[in-house]
């Protein structure tokens, strides 16, 4: 009798600790897969979406300047090049191509594109094959676009794609006109950015088509045509069709004999220009003289390092107009024109002026000939994002 308790009792426990131990490993038996030595675990598999993008990559950047350009600005090393033209214009934007996958054959595409997550403000094309090219983007921007198919099966939409334009100066172009960009997109004091869209500079006018009329008024909405020419030079082409604004600038310093900025009977000269840009409603404005290079890049220089856009961008921004058929029409080598005219003129700022900062000392600089703190104020207010 004590033998057979004895056995009952040594099954009963060998079938506690059974299933137990079954328990233990997940239940019904099953016993966890062993991982074999160096085994990776197995990428989730993509779900994947009628609609996919492929340039550019969701979430990746893109290069909206053409490729000298971009790798000019890349690689800058100041007077990098005696010359960047052949003669003709070398700067147009290449702008972009977006391009996408749809699984179903479709009759048209309608894609949105916006600065904001929510596609307000977008504006809307229409294409007939998977892609599409806009022109007139900003620089170091963050885009969001989103495609929808007509299919025969109803339309399909994608999500929303998103893509950051790279970091890269903003040329325009303007047909007629040569030496044409955008001053704004550069990294700027604080963290902060020149704001797009509110300064183009570049050459005369007169040539102007009315293709390039159509793109400074509808689309760059120019309100201000800032001429800083002589006034046996100038010429009001848009004859009231914007405001005009004609003041004789005068530009780099003393090796140009009495042009320069840091001749006493220029302070008011300096100063008027400067307040074109402290006034909102002048915004947009077109700033040029001839050719855009010299008297035209004395000011933006002045703007930039009021705004405390980086020493080398500032010079890269200057040395932009050697890729226009303007800027090189003089035929003067680079080399003189960045060490005889424009670095003694930037330089003369930092050497007389006190502060901190280069953007300080131009501030001192722009007090000095006239224009006021509160002046200041509201040109870095309205120039600065």
């Known amino acids: 009798m004590t033998k057979q308790i004895g056995k009952r009792l040594l099954c009963t426990a060998f079938g506690f600790l059974f299933v137990f131990g ?23 598999v993509k779900e994947e979406r009628d609609i996919e993008a492929v340039s550019p990559a969701d979430g990746g950047s ?3 300047a053409n490729e000298k350009v971009s790798a000019f600005y890349e690689n800058f090393k100041v007077c990098s ?8 214009d070398l700067y147009a934007p290449a702008g972009l191509t977006l391009s996408w996958t749809c ?42 676009w989103q495609v929808e198919a007509k299919t025969e099966n109803g339309t399909l939409r994608s999500d929303i794609f998103r893509f ?32 797009q869209g509110m300064i183009y500079r570049g050459g005369k006018l007169e040539d102007i088509t009315e293709a390039g009329r159509e793109k400074m008024l509808g689309t760059y909405k120019i309100r201000t045509d800032l001429d800083l020419r002589r006034g046996e030079e100038s010429t009001d082409v848009f004859g009231g069709g914007m405001q005009y604004i004609q003041i004789s600038a005068p530009y780099y310093t003393t090796p140009n004999g009495s042009t320069g900025i840091d001749v006493a009977a220029n302070r008011e000269a300096v100063a008027s220009i400067m307040r074109v840009f402290a006034k909102e409603e002048n915004y947009p404005v077109y700033m040029h003289c001839s050719i855009g290079r010299d008297r035209t890049g004395t000011f933006a220089m002045l703007l930039e390092m009021l705004l405390g856009v980086g020493e080398n961008d500032i010079y890269a921004d200057y040395e932009l107009s050697l890729f226009s058929a303007s800027g090189c029409s003089d035929n003067t080598p680079v080399n003189t024109l960045f060490y005889t ?10 050497q007389n002026y006190e502060g901190d900062t280069a953007a300080k000392r131009c501030e001192e600089y722009l007090l000095d000939v006239g224009v006021t703190a509160e002046e200041i104020a509201s040109i870095r207010s309205l120039l600065l994002v």
Request: aromatic share 10%.
């Open 81 to 88: 090049s005696e010359k960047y033209t052949d003669g003709t």
């Open 103 to 144: 699984k179903q054959s479709a009759e048209e595409y309608t894609v949105s594109l916006s600065q904001s997550e929510d596609m307000t403000g977008a504006a809307v094309y229409t294409a007939e094959e998977e892609a599409l090219h806009v022109d007139d983007l900003f620089a170091a921007e963050e885009y969001y």
């Open 62 to 64: 893109a290069s909206l």
């Open 22 to 44: 079954l328990a233990g490993c997940g239940g019904g038996g099953t016993l966890p897969p062993q991982e074999k030595p160096g085994q990776e675990e197995e990428e989730p």
């Open 341 to 350: 005219y424009f670095w003694p003129t930037y330089n003369y700022i930092n």
């Open 164 to 195: 950051t334009a790279k970091a890269e100066p903003r040329t325009v172009l303007i047909e007629g006109v040569s030496n044409t960009r955008d001053i704004g997109g550069y990294a700027a004091a604080d963290g902060k950015r020149v704001r």
